[in-house]
């Protein structure tokens, strides 16, 4: 019998392994999964890295391209990201400068697991809508 038709997914027993391996660290600050998904969990980030997807961007495209995004929670997020390698950074010398914004060969490596996850959450929307409309009428 093969993984699949076990009923096994690789993917699951990896999560488990990791579990199983990493558990808990001493310090929580000193753990690489919770270092990276504090970011990638923030509000703004996924759909930062999706808006440039395309290519590069400049600021009030990625403002518009996001939606209801504040110009100061952008900037946070994009100086958030460029510090994690993320993104790049392209000052022009113009009058006033301009200013572009692309995803890093990193940033670009985030857009497959992006990608199952957002696929995963457009496939499973409905479902989990009526889990919160059924615990918000018993509740």
């Not at 518009?64 to 995004?69: E, K, L, P, Q, T």
């Not at 510090?83 to 670009?108: C, F, H, M, N, W």
Request: proline residues 7%.
């Amino acid at each position: 019998m093969t993984r699949e038709q076990s009923g096994n997914h690789p993917a699951r027993e990896t999560l488990a392994g990791m579990a199983a391996l990493h558990g808990a660290p001493e310090n929580p600050a000193a753990c690489p999964i919770r270092d990276v998904l504090d970011r990638v969990g923030q509000k703004w980030t996924l759909l930062i890295l999706i808006a440039l997807m395309p290519g590069p961007r400049r600021f009030s495209a990625l403002q518009r391209r996001v939606g209801d995004i504040s110009k100061r929670m952008l900037t946070q997020s994009l100086r958030e990201l460029e510090r994690d390698g993320l993104i790049s950074r392209q000052v022009y010398p113009t009058k006033p400068p301009a200013v572009e914004y692309a995803l890093t060969a990193l940033g670009r490596s985030a857009l497959d697991p992006i990608a199952v996850l957002t696929d995963w959450a457009d496939r499973n929307h409905d479902r989990i809508r009526a889990a919160r409309a059924a615990f918000d009428a018993a509740a």
